[in-house]
């Protein structure tokens, strides 16, 4: 049976940061890709950062040097640590994993509110 859990949102004040983790598990193909997206309420779901089986990122250019995206491949974690979070980080933040058939998973999210 396939998990995907997000973890580590909350409330924080602006500047403040936030680590989230997406634990995996069930996943028979591995997995090729993970990524971090966010929606916030009434705006579609957004990208904020990717990284590939062999440590590759990318990262949007709204969240580029406050986030970092790594991976505990040991634990099947993906983490995201988020720094000087501003309020429009305010989201509902999803972690996406693709494994090597191709075959999406999502998370159900976890909800971070910066608070001004």
């Known amino acids: 049976q396939v998990q995907l859990v997000e973890s580590g949102g909350g409330l924080v004040e602006s500047g403040g940061s936030l680590r989230l983790s997406c634990a995996t598990s069930?996943?028979?193909?591995?997995?090729?890709?993970v990524a971090w997206n966010r929606q916030a309420p009434g705006n579609q779901r957004e990208f904020v950062a990717r990284?590939?089986?062999?440590?590759?990122?990318a990262y949007a250019d709204s969240v580029k040097g406050r986030v970092t995206i790594s991976r505990d491949n040991a634990k099947n974690t993906v983490y995201l640590q988020m720094d000087n979070l501003k309020p429009e980080d305010t989201a509902v933040y999803y972690c996406?994993?693709?494994?090597?058939?191709?075959?999406?998973?999502w998370g159900k999210g976890t909800q971070v509110t910066v608070s001004s």
């Open positions: 996406d994993v693709v494994d090597f058939s191709g075959r999406p998973y």
């Open positions: 069930g996943i028979s193909f591995g997995i090729s890709a």
């Open positions: 990284i590939t089986n062999g440590g590759d990122t």
